[in-house]
């Protein structure tokens, strides 16, 4: 395995981990479940403060939904593999950046 392919691996790790830790941790201190259904309260500074927490936990609210929608909807295998697509790209970039800005903050070599 390269380390370009090793790097874009454990950035796929990393971005679902912080997606998995950031809709978990609103759950519990929200007592429901985190989802896009936050940017619908119109203009208000909740919603602006929603962006960037869905920006980082999207990944996992995606495949949470396919998955669930898979099992209640009967969705097709085609609509699950894109949706997977979806997330595992967005986790990869949602990984970058964090660990780019680690590395800017002198936390990670």
């Known amino acids: 395995m390269t380390p370009e392919a090793l ?4 950035s796929i790790c990393i971005g679902f981990a912080l997606a998995g830790a ?5 759950q519990a201190l929200a007592q429901r479940p985190a989802g896009f259904g ?9 919603t602006f403060a929603a962006v960037p927490f869905l920006v ?4 996992f609210i995606i495949m949470r939904n396919t998955l669930r ?3 209640v ?5 085609e609509f699950v593999m ?10 990869m970039m949602s990984g970058t950046f964090f660990l ?10």
């Open 73 to 77: 909807e009967s969705r097709r295998v």
């Open 22 to 26: 950031l809709v978990n941790g609103y």
């Open 69 to 71: 929608g898979m099992r």
């Open 82 to 91: 894109m949706a997977t697509l979806i997330a595992g790209f967005w986790s």
């Open 100 to 109: 780019m800005t680690l590395r800017a903050a002198g936390l990670l070599v």
């Open 56 to 59: 980082f936990a999207a990944p």
């Open 7 to 10: 790097n874009t691996f454990f």
């Open 38 to 46: 936050l940017l619908q309260d119109g203009v208000a500074p909740k």
